[in-house]
């Protein structure tokens, strides 16, 4: 009998281990992907601190055309002057883009005292899926 429990030994212990299967950092809250259009040309603001990011909107949809419900996202990019920054603020109202990026739920209390929350996006990755047509229209035909 000795025998039979101490063969089951290395089992039980391993199911009293913790496993790891994160690699992300620990600061690292939450991913979140975002396939959607741009509401908006991204522009181009300062922090109170000084340091210039790159903020935009994408616009998501889903459900059925009879019953469409569209989310709207605030997109961050704290890129430095170059290529990458210039490539973001180059896109059009209208742009199909997929979006990578860290979210974080900021809770503050509003002027009138009410406990109000937003959803902080900072971009990781955007790809451009499709560009409006020399219109700016969305090519919804393909």
């Known amino acids: 009998m000795s025998t039979f429990l101490s063969s089951l030994r290395p089992g039980l212990r391993m199911a009293n281990t913790a496993r790891a299967f994160?690699?992300?950092?620990?600061?690292?809250?939450a991913r979140l992907i975002i396939t959607g259009r741009l509401g908006a040309e991204?522009?181009?603001?300062?922090?109170?601190?000084?340091?210039e990011i790159v903020r935009y909107n994408v616009a998501?949809?889903?459900?059925?055309?009879?019953?469409?419900?569209?989310?709207?996202f605030r997109v961050?990019?704290?890129a430095p002057e170059g290529p990458q920054r210039d490539f973001v603020l180059?896109?059009?109202?209208?742009?199909?883009?997929y979006v990578e990026g860290d979210a974080r739920m900021s809770t503050w209390e509003d002027s009138?005292?009410?406990?109000?929350s937003t959803?902080?996006?900072?971009?990781?990755?955007?790809?451009?899926?499709?560009?409006?047509d020399?219109?700016?229209?969305?090519?919804?035909?393909h």
Do not use: C, M, Y
């Not at 690699?23 to 809250?29: D, G, I, N, Q, V």
């Not at 009138?112 to 109000?116: D, I, V, Y």
């Open 22 to 29: 994160s690699t992300s950092p620990k600061h690292s809250l």
């Open 42 to 51: 991204p522009e181009l603001h300062a922090t109170s601190s000084g340091q």
């Open 60 to 72: 998501s949809s889903s459900g059925p055309i009879s019953n469409r419900h569209t989310s709207w």
């Open 76 to 78: 961050s990019h704290f």
């Open 90 to 97: 180059s896109l059009q109202k209208g742009t199909l883009v």
């Open 112 to 116: 009138e005292g009410h406990s109000r």
């Open 119 to 132: 959803l902080n996006i900072v971009q990781r990755t955007i790809e451009v899926l499709r560009r409006p």
């Open 134 to 141: 020399n219109n700016g229209n969305s090519d919804e035909s």
